[in-house]
């Protein structure tokens, strides 16, 4: 998380943008308009501390695939990680200026050298940049960069929660699904299929006695 506090305010825009838009499972259309500070309440534990960030989806009409369906508070975690969008999107709030954090200000803004401009930073680009990025992840990983688009980082978020243990109840609830669509978003590999139950089967087989 330090490197954070060293990196240039675009590429801290970015990653909170990213991460939370996979925290939350967010498709690219809720993102278009930038997402504003009046979706965002920061949560304290009793050590005064943020815990986690109630972000809240779809609050604009524009912003929902179903017009009619209201919109969704989703729960994103802070952790002493550099990866926890909770953590990383409170940075990015920490460094605009207070005057620009009114309830319709624009939460994700596009930087020019280093300078908070009046755009909001494009959705598509940001895209286009992870793109950029998952071209240096070693082939095994076997990402394919073809099938990123609107949709990624809200079924990367569900496969990630479902693996993590989440209830299907409680993603349903994160991502606003109101069908059984969730289920086709929940699209493990293979490597990690085999994780998550590669300790059942090395565990039964240490245990398993063959008589002689």
Not at 69 to 93: F, K, N, Q
Request: with cysteine; charged share 20%.
């Amino acid at each position: 998380l330090a490197d954070y506090k060293n990196c240039p305010p675009s590429k801290l825009i970015f990653m909170a943008r990213i991460l939370t838009a996979h925290h939350a499972m967010m498709r690219s259309m809720e993102h278009a308009d930038g997402c504003m500070f009046g979706d965002v309440t920061l949560v304290n534990a009793p050590s005064g501390l943020i815990e986690y960030i109630i972000f809240r989806v779809g609050q604009a009409a524009s912003a929902r695939k179903i017009k009619r369906r209201p919109a969704r508070l989703t729960i994103v975690p802070c952790e002493d990680h550099h990866m926890s969008a909770g953590s990383v999107l409170h940075m990015a709030i920490s460094i605009t200026p207070t005057a620009r954090r009114r309830a319709t200000d624009i939460l994700f803004m596009d930087h020019i050298h280093g300078i908070q401009s009046t755009h909001v930073a494009p959705w598509q680009e940001h895209q286009d940049r992870l793109r950029r990025l998952l071209r240096r992840v070693p082939a095994s990983v076997d990402i394919s960069l073809d099938r990123i688009g609107r949709s990624s980082l809200r079924a990367g978020g569900a496969t990630d929660w479902f693996q993590a243990g989440a209830s299907r109840e409680w993603i349903v609830l994160q991502g606003g699904w109101l069908s059984d669509a969730v289920d086709i978003y929940n699209r493990p590999t293979p490597a990690s299929r085999f994780a998550q139950v590669a300790h059942v089967v090395l565990s039964k087989s240490a245990n398993t006695h063959h008589p002689r």
